[in-house]
C-alpha cells in the first residue's frame, strides 16, 4: 500500500488562474477529507467525502473552491481565479469508518504558492 | 465548535530529556484523538490514535493520554533524540479533526 497521494506537490501560478489539486487515498479507505493549512498553524478543515458524497463543506470553502470525489475513488480540489490569500498547504486525508478505526492518514499536501 | 490549544507553542530541550506536550479540547463529545508529527514542508505522520473509551495509547517511546471529563490529552517523549525535533499537533475527532496550533520541539545534540 503505498498511502495517500497527492498531486502536484507544488504549484505556482499567477493570481486569477485556475488550479486543480488531485488525491489518491489508501484504496479500503471510504473516508477522504481535504484540509488547508498556512505557516505555524495548524490544518483547518474545508470538506469531506464518504464515497462519493460530499457531506460538509466548511464556511472556509468559497464559491471559487469545488472538491468532487467521481465514484468514491479519487478526489480533485479546484480553485478557480486564485487569490494571494489562497497561498497554503492542502493537505488531503483518509480513513475507514470510526467504527471501524477512524484513524486519518494524511498525504505530503500539495503546496500551492499565488503570486 | 471545537477548539484545540496546545501548550507550549515552542519546546527546546537537550538529548536524553523527556519530552511532555499538553493538549486541551473543549468539547468532550470526541470520538478519538489523535497525535501527528509534522516535519517543515511535509504532510502529517500520525503517531498515536486514542479512541475515546480508551485512557492512553502507547507506541515505543511514545505514550499517549486522553482525559475526555478533563479535555486534556498529553503526549510523553522518553529519552528524545534530535530525529524527534518536529512539530506535534493534536486533533479531537467528532467526525472530522480539529487541530491545534501544535508543539515546536527541538531536541539539542
Known amino acids: 500500500d503505498t498511502g495517500v497521494s497527492q498531486d502536484p506537490r507544488h504549484k505556482i501560478t499567477k493570481r486569477g488562474q485556475n488550479v486543480t489539486f488531485r488525491c489518491d487515498p489508501i484504496?479500503?479507505?471510504?473516508?477522504l477529507y481535504w484540509y488547508r493549512q498556512t505557516l505555524g498553524q495548524g490544518p483547518e478543515f474545508l470538506t469531506y467525502?464518504?464515497?462519493?458524497?460530499?457531506?460538509?463543506k466548511s464556511r472556509l470553502l468559497s464559491d471559487r473552491f469545488s472538491a468532487e470525489r467521481p465514484k468514491g475513488s479519487f478526489s480533485t480540489l479546484e480553485i478557480q481565479r486564485t487569490e494571494q490569500g489562497d497561498s497554503a498547504m492542502y493537505l488531503c486525508?483518509?480513513?475507514?469508518?470510526?467504527?471501524?478505526?477512524?484513524?486519518?492518514?494524511f498525504g505530503e499536501g500539495s503546496r500551492l504558492t499565488v503570486l | 465548535k471545537q477548539e484545540v490549544t496546545q501548550i507550549p507553542a515552542a519546546l527546546s530541550v537537550p538529548e536524553g530529556e523527556n519530552l511532555v506536550l499538553n493538549c486541551s479540547f473543549t468539547?468532550?463529545?470526541?470520538?478519538?484523538l489523535q497525535w501527528f508529527r509534522q516535519d517543515p514542508g511535509k504532510g502529517l505522520t500520525s503517531l498515536l490514535l486514542?479512541?475515546?473509551?480508551?485512557r492512553e495509547q502507547t507506541s515505543g517511546r511514545l505514550n499517549a493520554s486522553l482525559d475526555k471529563s478533563s479535555g486534556r490529552s498529553t503526549l510523553y517523549i522518553a529519552a528524545s533524540q534530535p530525529g524527534d525535533s518536529a512539530t506535534y499537533l493534536c486533533?479531537?475527532?467528532?467526525?472530522?479533526?480539529?487541530f491545534g496550533a501544535g508543539t515546536t520541539v527541538t531536541v539539542r545534540a
Open positions: 486533533a479531537g475527532n467528532d467526525y472530522k479533526l480539529s
Open positions: 486525508a483518509s480513513s475507514l469508518p470510526r467504527t471501524i478505526s477512524g484513524e486519518l492518514f
Open positions: 484504496s479500503e479507505h471510504n473516508r
Open positions: 467525502f464518504q464515497n462519493e458524497a460530499q457531506l460538509e
Open positions: 468539547d468532550s463529545a470526541i470520538y478519538n
Open positions: 486514542i479512541q475515546s473509551s480508551q
